[in-house]
């Protein structure tokens, strides 16, 4: 059997075959000789045959190197790119298995099993089990590592984005919006029409913003506005625990909530089936967070965000829910994964993703919640929500001068530790004074410019002559651009090249 080097992406597997997608778009089934089988949603190098009765056949080595190493073999790449070359080789691609991605050097990206964040190395390490069970590769981005980065949207297909050596650039896109919009969480798939079926893989997931803080976290969830100061016992490590492991989960929500073993579910499908993953996700993600010795009361604390979410997420003067807001109501399943027996049946991953899938289908809202041009919450709900939205905030509009100090001494020390975790890198430091001031709450935008006063100062100091100071303009420009009010059309642009 003659055979050529090819390149990949596994996107599904059917009847003991792999599906991979090659760099010019064309699936092939293939059958991988051997024990060693790739994971659903990883990059494949290997050597291609045909055998006598006509199948596709591939063998995997360690390495591009060792894949090499093993004969004269023809290496073929479509669009004549020749950069991918220098890509390939750059990569250990083969048996692409759990992995934390991060920028590497040159034409490259690193992949290791873990990571130096410990909040994201918790999340991928409680899972990583069950992925290889289920054999899904979990490509999950070092937010902490992109955070400090120079990138642009080149850079990102080649440094960066995994799981996508077929050149797909719906993903590329993805992530370029996802981290000028402040590294936006997300779980990003892709789903592949082949032969009237949907294959369904996962490109990336982006577990957390590092630039958020607790605050800007318990924001997000719950829907409310800066003019409302969240209240309650969840540290900043927590935060990112659970929303990395909520993202995490949803990486699996497609092989676990279909309707038997050889079946996916098309969690994007509707409105509610994104509804129902969610319920399974965040299940997963407070029973993880709680099995691993985490606070019970930042667990709960996580169901009262969401229940605001009915409050707080709702259209100006009407009780009239935004866009995304329902979807995202999983208190319910939240509360029921927090149930004492419950927690007490659940230690492993594979326990907390089966009992999530229980508590998904049984707790999730009704389709026909779905239907309509608006979504409403009911009356119990609103009013529960009410409830749930004055234990987890403060209304800083109407808090008295001494209320909106204390409150100030809390935001203040958040600040000062998203400043340390950040100031020591250019890129990082400018990243946090843009996308930080997105979470400034109302009347305590002084604190924000205090404490990020001398990293102003430090990125706009007068030019020097020497080549460093050159390399450091662009961020400067952005820092001065941030400084001041940036007009609609005048948006900070952090898909440019930054080279500190």
């Not at 055979?3 to 059917?14: D, H, K, N, S």
Request: glycine content about 8%; proline content about 4%; overall charge neutral.
């Amino acid at each position: 059997m003659n055979g050529r080097l090819f390149v990949g992406t596994v996107r599904a597997v059917r009847d003991g075959r792999h599906l991979v997608i090659g760099r010019d778009g064309t699936p092939i089934d293939v059958l991988f000789d051997g024990d060693d089988h790739p994971k659903i949603g990883g990059d494949v190098v290997g050597i291609l045959r045909t055998d006598e009765d006509g199948n596709f056949r591939m063998s995997l080595g360690r390495s591009v190197a060792d894949t090499l190493m093993t004969g004269n073999h023809r290496i073929v790449f479509s669009r004549n790119q020749t950069e991918l070359t220098a890509r390939t080789l750059a990569r250990l691609l083969s048996r692409s298995e759990s992995a934390v991605i991060a920028p590497g050097r040159g034409l490259s990206i690193e992949r290791s099993p873990g990571t130096d964040d410990p909040d994201l190395d918790w999340a991928v390490s409680f899972f990583r089990s069950e992925a290889d069970r289920l054999a899904i590769a979990l490509n999950v981005i070092d937010v902490q590592a992109v955070s400090r980065a120079p990138w642009n949207s080149v850079a990102l297909h080649d440094k960066t984005l995994p799981a996508d050596i077929e050149g797909n650039g719906r993903a590329m896109h993805d992530l370029v919006r996802l981290l000028k919009s402040g590294f936006h969480p997300d779980c990003n798939r892709l789903i592949e029409t082949i032969s009237g079926m949907h294959e369904i893989s996962v490109n990336f997931v982006l577990p957390y913003s590092p630039f958020a803080g607790a605050l800007g976290f318990c924001r997000e969830v719950s829907g409310m506005d800066r003019g409302h100061f969240p209240m309650t016992a969840m540290s900043m490590s927590d935060a990112r625990r659970i929303s990395s492991a909520k993202h995490i989960a949803l990486a699996f929500a497609h092989a676990k909530l279909g309707a038997g073993a050889q079946r996916q579910a098309h969690v994007q499908q509707s409105r509610r089936t994104v509804h129902v993953a969610n319920c399974f996700a965040d299940a997963a993600a407070v029973m993880a967070f709680v099995a691993s010795g985490g606070s019970i009361r930042s667990a709960e604390a996580y169901g009262d965000l969401k229940e605001s979410s009915l409050y707080y997420g709702n259209k100006p003067g009407t009780k009239a829910l935004r866009s995304g807001i329902l979807e995202e109501a999983t208190q319910r399943a939240i509360r029921a994964a927090l149930d004492p027996l419950v927690l007490d049946r659940v230690s492993s991953a594979r326990d907390v993703l089966t009992e999530a899938v229980r508590i998904a289908r049984r707790v999730a809202l009704p389709a026909m919640r779905f239907h309509g041009d608006e979504d409403f919450p009911t009356e119990m709900e609103w009013l529960s929500a009410r409830g749930a939205a004055e234990r987890v905030a403060v209304d800083l509009r109407s808090a008295s001068r001494e209320r909106a100090n204390e409150l100030a001494t809390f935001y203040r020390d958040e600040v000062r530790d998203l400043v340390s975790q950040h100031d020591a890198n250019d890129l990082a430091a400018s990243r946090l004074i843009a996308f930080g001031g997105f979470h400034i709450p109302h009347r305590l935008e002084n604190v924000f410019d205090e404490e990020t006063q001398h990293i102003r100062r430090a990125l706009t100091m007068p030019f020097e002559s020497n080549e460093a100071d050159k390399r450091r303009k662009p961020t400067i420009q952005r820092i001065r651009r941030s400084s001041a009010a940036i007009a609609e059309d005048d948006k900070l642009e952090f898909e440019m090249p930054m080279t500190p």
